[in-house]
């Protein structure tokens, strides 16, 4: 990888993100945070990351709906998205709807490394 992978992490839970957000710098990524999915596809829109790691279940805009108006937009080449949830229910409506992942919480963070890993070296 000749550059930082920057990723976006969108969860409404603050204690999440903090510990994402460690991790992830420490694993060398760039990393900006959001905790709304508005404030979510804002930046995604000016940040342009490699990849994104979304929570299905937020309140107002849901993981979903972010990853539904990503695949939409047809300004935004869409990056790779691995989606959270707590329920495992979740899990095929956000394949089908185009996450490329998906990690069922609590994950270990070695799972979330290895995930991001996984996707960021599939060809798009």
């Known amino acids: 990888m000749s550059h930082k992978s920057k990723i976006v992490v969108i969860d409404d839970d603050r204690g999440i993100v903090l510990g994402v957000q460690m991790r992830l710098r420490h694993a060398g990524f760039e990393v900006a945070v959001a905790?709304?999915?508005t404030e979510g596809l804002e930046l995604i829109r000016s940040q342009n990351p490699d990849l994104v790691l979304l929570d299905v279940q937020m309140p107002n805009l849901d993981g979903l709906s972010v990853l539904k108006s990503l695949r939409e937009d047809p300004d935004l080449v869409t990056p790779p998205v691995i989606m959270l949830s707590a329920s495992l229910q979740d899990q095929q409506t956000a394949l089908d709807?185009?996450?490329?992942?998906?990690?069922?919480k609590p994950y270990r963070s070695s799972d979330l490394i290895?995930?991001?890993?996984?996707?960021l070296a599939t060809p798009a």
């Not at 709807?97 to 069922?104: D, E, S």
């Not at 290895?114 to 996707?119: E, F, N």
């Open 97 to 104: 709807a185009g996450a490329h992942y998906f990690l069922t």
């Open 114 to 119: 290895d995930a991001i890993a996984s996707v």
């Open 35 to 37: 905790y709304d999915g």
